[in-house]
């Protein structure tokens, strides 16, 4: 497996997301905290690829980035990923009973200090052991799931190895297809604006639709999906060029330098002003309204 590969799944996690009962949708944390975790503490030599202790450091190393991405009801309870995330197929979890190695059944305890242990599997062992793709991958997750960490330089603990909350320039290998193929399967490959829909069932499984960003990459080193939107490419190139643009009222605007009377094509974007985005079925992933206030403000006069 590539680091690509890997980070492709790193991006589909599957967190899962919570209902609107329980205030504004989002994506639960706590699979991608536990793997920055796990990250953390092999850098520190405090663990390796293939054993992962239950230990109060890894329970630290969790709470340090919860307690700044935590939303509404969140529980710090990092023992829900640290047997659920087998799930992934990467991630395997035991305990240790009487000298025998028993697959873990349950969330642990505190009391079991010692006693859990978890490895990655499926070739992330050999990918996690080298130093670099592990800063790749702490990289991808923290753009993924917590883009708003980039400010923050806060060490999360005081080590030899100087280990930093989150890296300050990402590198983007394997990350752009990742972020693609997300975008593309939350938009069911529909255009937000247009609704157009081609998606050839051949062995690439081409799709007529880009991913773009709200706020570019460049600048806002956030690959969440909700700083996203799934655009065919006559309207991804309209809006990378200010001539169209999302509005927070969750309506397309466009510039008035368009004149309807100039070709079809003008048309057909002049009459995209006031039309309502074609948005994710799952509220969770709705573009985030300072993504689309950035693009509004940007939208030629």
Known sequence: MSPADAIDRLYDLRPGTTPLAEGSPHERPHKPLLILAALDLIDEGLASAECI?????????????????????????????FLYLQSEGFWQSW??????????????????????????????????AQPATRQLFREALISRYFPQLRSDHT?????SSSLSL????????GRSPA??????????????????????????????IDAAHLIPFSQSRNDHPTNGLALCKNHHWAMDRDIIAPGPDLHWHVS??????????????????????LLPKDPAFHPQEEGLAWRHERLSA
Request: hydrophobic letters at 35%; aromatic letters at 8%; proline letters at 6%.
């Open 179 to 208: 972020f693609r193929r997300l975008i593309l399967d939350i938009y069911d490959h529909q255009c937000a604006a247009c609704g157009l829909r081609i998606r050839l069932a051949s062995g690439n499984d081409v799709s007529f």
């Open 155 to 159: 060490p999360v603990v005081e080590s």
């Open 256 to 277: 008035k330098r368009l004149d309807p009377r100039r070709s079809n094509g003008e048309k057909e974007l002049h009459e995209l002003a006031g039309k309502s985005l």
């Open 53 to 81: 202790p239950w230990c109060q450091e890894l329970r630290d190393r969790f709470s340090a980035r919860f307690v700044r991405v935590r939303k509404h009801n969140d529980q710090n309870t990092p023992e829900n990923p």
């Open 166 to 173: 989150v890296a300050d320039e990402p590198t983007e290998y």
């Open 95 to 128: 305990i240790e009973e009487n000298g025998a190695r028993l697959p873990l059944q349950s969330t642990p305890l505190v009391n079991q200090i010692g006693k859990v242990f978890a490895r990655f599997t499926d070739g992330f062992e050999h990918l996690i």
